[in-house]
């Protein structure tokens, strides 16, 4: 059940169900499970934790200050968590709803909470409530229909500078929707023969090392104009869009709006020449299969054999993610691990995954009911007073790449967080009455009754998807014995939950 497993969490963020785990016992096999856990709604906000994570947008502080607004501080994550997860959770819908990929680039919505619509220029298409609190909005700036290139989010994310004129966010879009990353190209000059920033300016149009870059950047740069400010602490010159500035790019970069040689008439022709570049679908099939391996891919051997395959699904289906998603899972590197196949230690052991901050505190939460929150800010998903990058996150700034082996400071991490997990539990399910995850014992039940062995063989499962042996019942008995001696049974209990979910099978996949 290892597969299915590392699926669930993949595509939910939760642990399989105890009927899914019987089923695959009994032969389903786990693949044939995706499309329902791509039905599911934890899917799409798994989409936008993966998508959040590549883009980069969930950082910690905007240009875009919440001060500004009179927010209450207790409020001020909440108020960039929105704004950085608008973008991804455009194309998380896109992906939900299994739409062509090129509408991540074309469509003329975006997603907004009850923040957002508040104070940017937007019109719902929905209500907001408990059961939907993000939900389809349009502008009303008269921005162009570029999909998660027309949200505020994007582009307060990738700020430009007075001297930059929007060339960040051209090398953004390149290297987001293209894979190709302009500042990863070779240069060769010395910037001493550049003294201030006039030469700089003018080397970009008469200096070869210079144009091989920027005759395609710039003109990508002078595209985005619209979404240029004039003044970069007023919140209504960065949350709205300037259509009468679409033509500065031509003053200021001294050129037209271009894509890569083809010069755009108008910019709502930019998202679909986007979307009919052979990069852009190219880079759709890397992006789905890094975000599923959780590695770069490489430019030759297998991974060469996979881009061409995934590039083929791509345009067998019309550009469908959920078709590309599903591509990826049923590769070998992904299936590696599952008990129901060949057994290759080496290969379970190179592709196992740490559990994301995001995946590590939906699981504590959906199991024990504790959400580590302090002063508003969740304390996994934050590094102003939180602990993101030590429990192997990015702060999408400093920190870029998750952790791909634990440290020391990550499993002293997961060591507090699984006792603040396991003192919920005794609250709830012993000293209280909901009985959630220690739903077959009480206080008075002792290790050889059969409703406490029961009870530790159900936690195996419910944790680590797989049966406990003999040896490893006995083991937790003594010790919940021995902590009983000592304190009684619900320290037994949480000692023993402590260490279930401090176990790597726990936290990794």
Do not use: K
């Not at 207790?74 to 990929?101: H, K, M, Q, T, Y």
């Not at 910037?191 to 201030?196: G, I, L, N």
């Not at 679909?272 to 299969?289: S, V």
């Not at 052991?349 to 994301?356: E, F, G, I, M, P």
């Amino acid at each position: 059940a290892a597969l299915l497993r590392r699926l669930s969490l993949d595509l939910r963020g939760s642990l399989p169900t105890e009927a899914e785990l019987e089923a695959v016992e009994q032969g389903t096999d786990p693949l044939s499970l995706v499309d329902d856990f791509m039905a599911d709604p934890r899917f799409e906000e798994r989409m936008v934790q993966l998508l959040a994570e590549r883009w980069r947008t969930r950082v910690d502080a905007f240009n875009l200050d919440w001060e500004g607004y009179g927010i209450d501080p207790l409020d001020a994550f909440a108020f960039n968590r929105s704004i950085g997860e608008e973008a991804p959770r455009v194309a998380a819908r896109v992906i939900a709803e299994d739409r062509p990929w090129a509408d991540v680039v074309t469509g003329d919505a975006t997603m907004a909470d009850a923040l957002l619509l508040d104070i940017y220029p937007l019109a719902p298409d929905a209500a907001i409530d408990d059961a939907h609190p993000w939900v389809p909005a349009r502008w009303l700036d008269g921005r162009p229909p570029l999909g998660v290139l027309a949200t505020n989010g994007f582009w307060l994310r990738y700020d430009t500078s007075p001297s930059n004129l929007n060339r960040r966010r051209a090398n953004a879009v390149s290297t987001l929707f293209l894979c190709e990353d302009f500042l990863a190209r070779p240069i060769s000059f010395s910037s001493a023969a550049f003294p201030d920033a006039d030469a700089m300016e003018d080397a970009t149009r008469s200096v070869p090392a210079c144009i091989s870059c920027h005759s395609t950047l710039d003109p990508l740069a002078s595209a985005l104009m619209g979404y240029w400010w004039f003044d970069r602490v007023d919140p209504s010159e960065l949350t709205t869009y300037h259509a009468e500035r679409e033509t500065l790019g031509t003053y200021y970069l001294d050129t037209g709006p271009e894509w890569f040689g083809t010069p755009l008439d108008s910019i709502d022709e930019l998202g679909p020449m986007m979307a009919a570049d052979p990069r852009f679908q190219a880079c759709a099939a890397e992006t789905f299969a890094e975000l599923f391996l959780r590695r770069e891919l490489d430019e030759v051997g297998a991974d060469h054999d996979l881009r061409q395959a995934l590039q083929q699904r791509y345009d067998a289906t019309g550009g469908s993610p959920q078709a590309l998603i599903a591509a990826v899972l049923s590769t070998d590197e992904y299936r590696a691990g599952d008990a129901s196949g060949p057994q290759d230690l080496v290969a379970e052991r190179a592709t196992r995954r740490l559990l994301s901050p995001s995946q590590l505190a939906q699981v504590i939460e959906e199991l024990t009911g504790f959400s580590w929150t302090w002063e508003g800010y969740d304390q996994l998903d934050n590094d102003v007073i939180g602990y993101r990058i030590l429990a192997g996150g990015i702060d999408g700034d400093t920190v870029v790449t998750p952790l791909s082996v634990p440290t020391m400071a990550t499993t002293l991490l997961v060591r507090r967080l699984a006792q603040a997990g396991a003192s919920e539990v005794v609250r709830r399910d012993l000293e209280g009455d909901e009985g959630r995850l220690l739903d077959r014992v009480g206080l008075d039940d002792r290790p050889g009754d059969e409703r406490f062995d029961a009870q530790l063989r159900a936690l195996h499962r419910r944790l680590y998807s797989e049966s406990a042996t003999d040896e490893e019942l006995a083991a937790e008995a003594e010790l919940w014995t021995a902590v009983n001696e000592l304190d009684g049974p619900a320290a037994a209990w949480r000692s023993l939950l402590t260490v279930l979910m401090r176990d790597p099978r726990f936290w990794t996949t």
